[in-house]
């Protein structure tokens, strides 16, 4: 796997993540715990993880759009193109809104009900435009280069089509060109290809993975499908019941996983012309947690199987290979009943 974030040439950070804890009132445990992230410039970051792991509350909380019955810690620094650094979580809501779409760009879960329906392709990929004072000449032309830029072929006929016109796969790239109408530097794509088939989902991670080429695009990728991850990314983050548990360029995570849930999780993978392996439940990843610390004491952190997360606190990124750490904790400081067996 080439790219900035594995052959050592990656740029400077872009987005830093520091310490970020994030829940909802009325919720006994955070829905993200101390995660701690950077994304560089012109890299692909993978975080992947289970339903429920906390990515999308990552994603949402980096442009302030989580529900008010959201809370948030820690910080999350974003370098503009001026040099200006931006903390995420304390900025005025002024520059959040400048902020959004133009520097940083999200394309959301379940994009298929994204568009709507009554509107043309067009009107709705250059509404942005318009209302930031783009004639309607201007706009059909920047709208038309971005449909092409994303591989639509015939973008002038296509501009004035419905939704109903384009297939999955295609409405997948419009949501794609439309997130990157404004040259954003950071694009967060959340599960941008859960909804479609295979072979359209190898294509739409190609594209991404082209237009970093293409524009020094920096990807933040959630997705649950590791597979996925060893096509485009150059980084891979864990995330296992929000607390990151393993992180390092994707090369090393997949050869040397370091935590048992990593291994889970590759383990389960589907992999082409193998059978498809039954999905290990977390007695299975526990029982396989042995990991690389044994004799040293220290072993792969893993929250208590009863749920009870505030219990998993103390675990620190412990360095395992070049650019790769994986989640311990101190014999001690595992609960109880989450040993993992030696
Ligand atoms: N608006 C909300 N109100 C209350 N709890 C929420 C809200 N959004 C998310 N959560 C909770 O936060 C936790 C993390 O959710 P999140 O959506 O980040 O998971 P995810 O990793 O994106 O999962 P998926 O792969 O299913 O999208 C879950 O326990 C979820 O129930
Ligand atoms: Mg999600």
Aim: proline content about 7%; hydrophobic content about 40%; glycine content about 12%.
């Amino acid at each position: 796997m080439s790219g900035p974030g594995t052959n050592g040439a990656a740029g400077a950070p872009l987005l830093s993540i520091e310490g970020l804890s994030a829940g909802f009132d009325g919720q006994s445990a955070p829905a993200v715990q101390g995660l701690t992230l950077s994304v560089k410039a012109g890299e692909i970051v993978a975080l992947v993880g289970e339903s429920g792991s906390g990515k999308s509350v990552t994603a949402l909380s980096l442009l302030r759009l989580l529900p008010r019955s959201a809370w948030i810690r820690g910080r999350a620094e974003f370098v503009r193109e001026s040099g200006e650094i931006v903390d995420l979580y304390s900025a005025p809501k002024g520059t959040m809104l400048s902020l959004r779409g133009a520097d940083i760009s999200m394309i959301f879960q379940e994009p298929m009900t994204s568009l709507n329906p009554v509107f043309t392709i067009g009107e709705q990929l250059t509404e942005g435009l318009r209302l930031s004072g783009a004639t309607r000449g201007e706009a059909r032309e920047r709208g038309e280069r971005a449909l092409a830029e994303v591989g639509i072929s015939e973008p002038g006929r296509r501009f004035s089509q419905y939704p109903h016109e384009f297939s999955g796969g295609m409405r997948q790239r419009v949501m794609i060109a439309m997130a990157l109408l404004r040259s954003p530097r950071l694009l967060i794509a959340d599960e941008p290809t859960t909804a479609l088939d295979v072979t359209v989902q190898a294509q739409v991670l190609d594209l991404l993975a082209s237009l970093r080429e293409t524009r020094g695009l920096s990807i933040l990728l959630i997705t649950h499908d590791l597979g996925l991850v060893s096509r485009v990314a150059d980084v891979a983050a864990v995330m296992f019941r929000g607390r990151l548990v393993e992180v390092g360029p994707v090369g090393e995570v997949f050869a040397r996983p370091a935590h048992p849930y990593t291994r889970a999780l590759l383990a389960c993978a589907p992999r082409l012309g193998a059978p498809r392996k039954r999905l290990m439940s977390i007695a299975d990843i526990l029982a396989a947690g042995d990991g690389p610390f044994g004799r040293t004491g220290r072993s792969p952190w893993m929250p208590p199987v009863d749920g009870d997360s505030a219990r998993g606190d103390g675990c620190v990124l412990e360095p395992v290979g070049p650019g790769h750490s994986v989640a311990v904790v101190e014999p001690g400081e595992i609960a109880a009943g989450a040993e993992p067996a030696t």
